[in-house]
């Protein structure tokens, strides 16, 4: 983008009120730089995949920030289909985000904990969902609440960036989704892109893609034939909360024999871990082919008809 085009789009943000993310992640800076602004909400994720809470939130938060439980508020469910951790009913999913007070013309900044990958997924699987229901305005705090209360005063040991504490109480509004079908990948569909030349990229611990272990709740061990894998804490720095930069990425998709470019499709067990592949692919690396299994292997394993591929079988 050119010095006019940015200036222009500046003023017309300071002139609406609204803030214009230019990238899928924003920093700690720019996150200093839009507290209090109008139409920004800053969506605070820690939870217990964290080893938080929602008193964490209370002791001290983004001021203006809102706080939501990702496994209880109802961001996931069970499908009809009886499986686990999936994509909540539109209209389940409008009422929470409503309740949060956004509606569609909000700008979303979701902060993860930021302290490992594990938690960063809660961000990702949040951002995803927001996409998938057509809301584009949406970003990540990239290292999370670890990154933005990481410099501390040398006297007082207390965190230098503004922290606000108690409950923010927001008025209700109306959010209404766009819901984006081509985002949602059946098991059809991968059955359909085994054959088809398309990478499979399965985001799981080492342990599983190999089936020397599996998910509780998965039927089988194994993964999906032909997938390569790329475990999830392989994509923040030292399985940490921030991401790595696109050329550290591509080397790791090479390592492992994944194509990073064309048609593309994570997956995982629930979709949680899948979630980074897909944010770092889509998002970061810009394969707008990229897609995400939610059912993944629960789902997989669960149809005795599909078939799996287990390495090392010890059983």
């Known amino acids: 983008m050119n010095k006019f085009l940015i200036t222009f789009s500046i003023a017309i943000s300071s002139f609406t009120g609204a803030a214009i993310a230019a990238e899928p992640l924003v920093d700690v800076e720019w996150v200093k730089s ?48 009886g499986t686990a951790g999936q994509l909540s009913p539109t209209p389940k999913l409008e009422k929470l985000i409503g309740g949060l007070g956004i509606d569609n013309a909000t700008h979303v900044v979701v902060v993860p904990n930021g302290g490992k990958a594990l938690d960063v997924g809660t961000g990702t699987r949040i951002y995803w969902t927001f996409k998938v229901l057509g809301h584009d305005n949406v970003s990540l705090l990239n290292g999370g609440m670890v990154a933005y209360t990481k410099a501390v005063d040398k006297a007082s040991k207390k965190p230098v960036n503004p922290l606000e504490k108690g409950l923010k109480k927001v008025a209700a509004k109306t959010f209404k989704a766009n819901l984006r079908k081509e985002m949602l990948i059946t098991k059809a569909d991968v059955k359909i892109a085994m054959t088809s030349g398309t990478a499979l990229i399965d985001h799981r611990p080492n342990s599983q893609f190999v089936g020397v272990n599996r998910h509780r709740l998965a039927k089988r061990f194994g993964t999906i034939p032909g997938a390569k894998n790329l475990p999830e804490n392989w994509i923040t720095v030292n399985g940490g909360g921030t991401f790595r930069i696109k050329s550290e990425l591509t080397k790791l998709y090479d390592a492992v024999g994944a194509k990073a470019t064309g048609k593309q499709i994570n997956f995982c067990n629930t979709g949680h871990w899948a979630s980074l592949g897909w944010f770092v692919s889509h998002e970061i690396m810009g394969n707008k082919q990229s897609k995400m299994y939610d059912g993944s292997m629960l789902e997989w394993t669960a149809d005795k008809s599909l078939p799996v591929e287990q390495k090392v079988n010890v059983q």
Do not use: E, M
Request: hydrophobic content about 35%; aromatic content about 10%; cysteine-free.
């Open 34 to 81: 839009n507290i209090g602004k109008p139409g920004v909400v800053f969506l605070d994720v820690r939870g217990k995949l964290a080893g938080k809470s929602k008193a964490d939130y209370l002791r001290g938060h983004i001021p203006g920030a809102v706080w939501t439980n990702y496994l209880k508020d109802g961001w996931r469910s069970k499908d009809a289909g």
